[in-house]
């Protein structure tokens, strides 16, 4: 793979900033033609779109995973971790308030409560239509043309830690592409390898969040010089080896043995 990223960045495909470039660049980028390719998701699809000078021309579509071969689906897709790790919410125990913080969150898993968390305020963003909520024209075609995730997240907790109802998932995405986008990051096998909710045994906590700190960061140092070749790929091998002095083979153990005790 990082054979592979480094030619596209001596082939100038890739762009030389990619390390460092934040969204609201990489956009930027889109819109002005210097960039046919990014790492998004299927809201910014629609974000772009209406930023776009004349929409009706400006065009974005989903593409799915390489694999080694045509025809083969790819193990995973973009964004799709093989580690899922749950959401989870820590409430201090000097908090005067944990009676309340509790009920709070358990009202976004009674059915009003995922109503309001899923679609907004009844009335303003969703209006319910022989008993299903359906968005409003507020919420679906806002007038100052903002885009439906941003209205759900000021008025409710879309994509926070709730339970996603699939009737807003039929209306959050209203533009074709925005869909075809979402069947095709869809097209993987990745739920057929994904590990879900390994959690790191307590005794383990500590020394896991220090090594795994210091690990990732050399890491992704490491990816972005190899990519650009500040690094030769011919000192792959030695960066095995520093990982190795850094902790690597206790991290996967600590690993193994919390996800062995989650099995059980």
């Known amino acids: 793979m990082l054979a592979f990223m480094n030619r596209l960045y001596n ?35 629609q974000n772009m779109t209406a930023a776009s000078a004349n929409p009706s021309q400006f065009t974005l579509l989903g593409v799915k995973a390489l694999s080694t071969a045509k025809g083969v689906r790819p193990m995973y897709n973009y964004a799709e971790d093989a580690v899922m790790y749950s959401d989870w919410c820590f ?21 009003q409560g995922n109503l309001l ?22 919420a679906s075609k806002n007038p100052d043309k903002l885009p439906i995730d941003g209205i759900l997240r000021t008025y409710g907790l879309l994509n926070f830690p709730i339970i996603q109802d699939d009737r807003m998932m039929v209306q959050r995405f209203p533009l074709r592409q925005q869909v075809q986008a979402m069947e095709a990051w869809a097209d993987s096998d990745g739920a057929m390898y994904r590990i879900v909710n390994p959690s790191i045994l307590p005794k383990y906590a500590s020394e896991y969040a220090g090594l795994l700190t210091d690990i990732n960061t ?33 991290l996967l153990e600590i690993l193994q043995e919390s996800y062995d005790g989650y099995n059980r």
């Open 11 to 45: 082939e100038k495909l890739l762009d030389n900033n990619f390390a460092v470039t934040e969204e609201t660049a990489a956009h930027s980028s889109m819109l002005n033609g210097r960039s046919a390719f990014m790492f998004t998701a299927a809201s910014r699809i």
């Open 91 to 111: 409430i201090p125990n000097r908090s005067k308030n944990i009676e309340h913080a509790l009920k709070l969150l358990n009202y976004f898993y009674t059915p």
């Open 117 to 138: 968390a899923n679609f907004g305020e009844e009335g303003v963003t969703y209006n319910m239509i022989d008993g299903n909520p359906v968005l409003t024209e507020f």
């Open 218 to 250: 050399f890491i992704g140092e490491s990816r972005a010089q190899f990519i650009s070749g500040a690094k030769p790929l011919s000192e792959f091998d030695q960066y095995l080896a520093t990982l190795k002095k850094m902790g690597m083979d206790r």
